[in-house]
């Protein structure tokens, strides 16, 4: 079995954060889930991920329930280091499986990497390979040390070398794949010997050619996959490699970015052809877009399915559904679980959370609409609120079929307004209005004729 043991349990100090490391996002996600996708992609069956600093935060940062979290014990006492870390592991690795190593703070590395690393340490009868890359400036990487023959001898470590290491431009990218045997072998000679008082993985590749494993490299294509992050400038690096990859993906599947740069479109979001996005879209989670949309201004979308040609004008759309030709906005709010029919209008300053409204209804302007089950060819004019929250609980509106409710409206719930019913403006409703029936609630007008020039001539 292939199986990944990923290191996480670091509190990143050159963070300078309260959230440890690996919880950090980059386009919505944390570093280690991104690293956990990789791995799934490339085949593991089974995810280990340990945990340390924090790890609470790191543990609820992680979606899926494939992984198996491990807890290394962190305190001033306690030993350190990535090769302490592997240990924590050891007893869910036989000697058969194939254990890839990864870094909870690498967040950029592919799948598809990792199964070419797996891929040719299988057709070389590798018991160990690392996943190399050539860096102009290696500051604070592993050095990859060679022979003349070019076989791998072992990696230093940026603080153990000396100064002929530091010239070495090939780096340890912190991956890689061992079977579980050398590896059970080499975790058993670990040793805190070094600058930093830590158990180095890196010293397992010096141990097992010392065995007479057959250890090995396998050099990166693209060194950005391997980009470790280590502080927030690195964080909003990494955040801008991914951004660009996600926005091109897009782009190559026929979506329309007017300015990349500028549209935030986390990994998982599947937009249709010809859909439009301009610049200042916020896209999240699981948001479903269908083709043709039009999605325009600050318009902030977080886990929604929106269907086609639905026109989005600078308004935030959380856990809801639009159906096709819909338009929403400017300014408008959905709030979670909000379903919307087709050819609806929700127009500017519209609120409306946990309500169902049919197709072909309108709610142009300055409503609120909350726990409400509205029908088909509804007005609702401007202004009218629906009334669902007596102090203590919520309550539900029910409004039927080509419904008219009158401009500055209250709807008391629960109440019910049938189909073909006319609400005069004005009203407060706080009784059923039956099918067909105008309904005026508010009091008669009075005039006082001359009343104002009585006043002031007094
Ligand atoms: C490590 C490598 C270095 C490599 C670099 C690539 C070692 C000794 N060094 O250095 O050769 O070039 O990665 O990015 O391996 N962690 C634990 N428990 C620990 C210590 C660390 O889980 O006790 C985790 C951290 O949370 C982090 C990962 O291991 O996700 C790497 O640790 P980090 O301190 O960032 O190592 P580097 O100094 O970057
Ligand atoms: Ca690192």
Redesign the pocket.
């Known amino acids: 079995m292939i199986l990944s043991v990923i290191?996480?349990?670091?509190?990143?100090t050159r963070m300078k954060s309260n959230i440890?490391?690996?919880a950090h996002k980059v386009c919505g996600k944390s570093m280690?889930n991104h690293v956990i996708n990789a791995a799934r992609d490339a085949s593991c069956e089974k995810n280990i991920v340990?945990?340390?600093?924090g790890k609470e935060k790191v543990i609820s940062s992680v979606e899926g329930n494939d992984v198996e979290f491990v807890t290394?014990p962190?305190g001033d006492d306690m030993?350190?280091?990535?090769?302490?870390?592997v240990m924590q592991a050891k007893e869910y690795i036989s000697d058969e499986d194939k254990v890839l190593i990864l870094?909870?703070?690498?967040p950029l590395i592919e799948g598809d990497t990792l199964k070419e690393l797996v891929d040719y340490g299988t057709n070389n009868n590798l018991d160990a390979i690392v996943l190399t890359a050539k860096f102009k400036d290696s500051t604070?990487?592993?050095r990859i040390k060679r022979n003349e023959k070019g076989n791998i001898l072992g990696?230093i470590?940026?603080k153990d070398a000396s100064e002929n290491e530091l010239d070495i431009k090939e780096?340890?990218?912190?991956i890689f794949l061992f079977s579980g045997k050398a590896l059970k072998e080499a975790l058993e000679n670990l040793t805190n010997d070094n600058s930093?008082n830590?158990?180095?993985?890196?010293?397992t590749i010096e141990i097992l050619n010392r065995k007479g494993y057959n250890v090995g490299g396998y050099l990166l294509k693209d060194n950005k996959e391997?980009s470790?992050v280590?502080s927030k400038v690195q964080l909003a690096e990494a955040e801008k490699i991914m951004r660009d990859k996600i926005n091109i993906e897009h782009m190559l599947k026929g979506v329309t970015l007017i300015n990349p740069e500028n549209t935030y479109i986390e990994k998982g979001v599947i937009i249709g052809r010809d859909t439009i996005i301009y610049p200042g879209a916020i896209i999240k989670g699981s948001t479903k877009i269908g083709d043709n949309c039009i999605i325009e201004g600050n318009s902030d979308i977080k886990d929604c399915i929106i269907g086609d040609r639905v026109n989005i004008k600078s308004s935030t759309l959380i856990e809801s559904k639009v159906d096709d030709d819909t338009k929403v906005g400017p300014n408008a709010y959905l709030r979670p679980n909000s379903v919307i029919g087709k050819s609806v209008k929700i127009g500017d300053f519209v609120e409306v959370k946990n309500s169902k409204i049919g197709n072909g209804s309108k709610a142009s302007h300055l409503s609120y609409i909350g726990d409400a089950e509205i029908g088909e060819n509804v007005n609702i004019g401007c202004g009218v609120v629906f009334v669902n929250y007596d102090g203590e609980k919520k309550h539900r509106t029910i409004v039927g079929d080509n419904a008219f409710i009158g401009s500055n409206s209250n709807l008391v719930a629960p109440v019910i307004i049938r189909d073909n019913g006319y609400i005069a403006a004005g009203s407060t409703i706080t009784h059923e209005v039956k099918e067909g029936d105008l309904s005026i609630g508010r009091a008669r007008q009075i005039n006082k004729p001359g009343w104002v020039f009585r006043k002031n001539n007094k």
């Open positions: 290191l996480a349990a670091g509190e990143g440890p490391k690996a280690v340990i945990v340390g600093h290394q962190v030993p350190y280091g990535t090769g302490y870390a870094t909870g703070d690498t604070g990487y592993g990696i470590e940026h780096i340890n990218s912190g930093q830590e158990y180095y993985i890196t010293d391997i470790g280590n």
